[in-house]
């Protein structure tokens, strides 16, 4: 069982930056891969950014690449998700979530574990 707390969202500025971090509870968070998904108003939950169980494979969304960069630290238990050059079209509710798969999962059913969200909203 793992537990997955976001923190980190705000409402910032088109143009400006925020940091999320996701801690994880338990011994075994190096052997779950890891994921960012954002979920807008009326739309699907849509994945955002994924990463490898240690840290050395990665993948994006296209509407992320070059603006967004995740990374993890396994001895902290805790992903984070670097968001530069916000757009208005990145609001939405950031979550966080844990997979057992040996490869970066992009979609929601290969996720195993969810954090409650954090709330990103970005003024034009």
């Known amino acids: 069982q793992v537990q997955l707390v976001e923190s980190g969202g705000n409402l910032v500025q088109a143009g400006g930056s925020l940091r999320l971090s996701c801690a994880a509870s338990?011994?075994?968070?190096?052997?779950?891969?890891m994921g960012w998904f954002r979920q807008a108003p009326g739309k699907e939950r849509e994945f955002v950014a994924g990463?490898?169980?240690?840290?050395?494979?990665?993948s994006y969304a296209d509407s992320v690449k070059g603006r967004f960069t995740i990374s993890r630290d396994n001895a902290k238990n805790t992903v984070y998700l670097q968001m530069n050059s916000l757009k208005p079209e990145d609001t939405a509710v950031y979550y966080c979530?844990?997979?057992?798969?040996?490869?970066?999962?992009?979609?929601?059913?290969?996720?195993?574990?969810w954090g409650q969200g954090t709330q990103v909203t970005v003024s034009s």
């Open positions: 979530a844990a997979g057992s798969k040996p490869v970066v999962p992009i979609h929601v059913y290969e996720y195993n574990y």
């Open positions: 338990g011994r075994t968070f190096s052997t779950y891969a």
């Open positions: 990463i490898s169980r240690g840290g050395i494979s990665t």
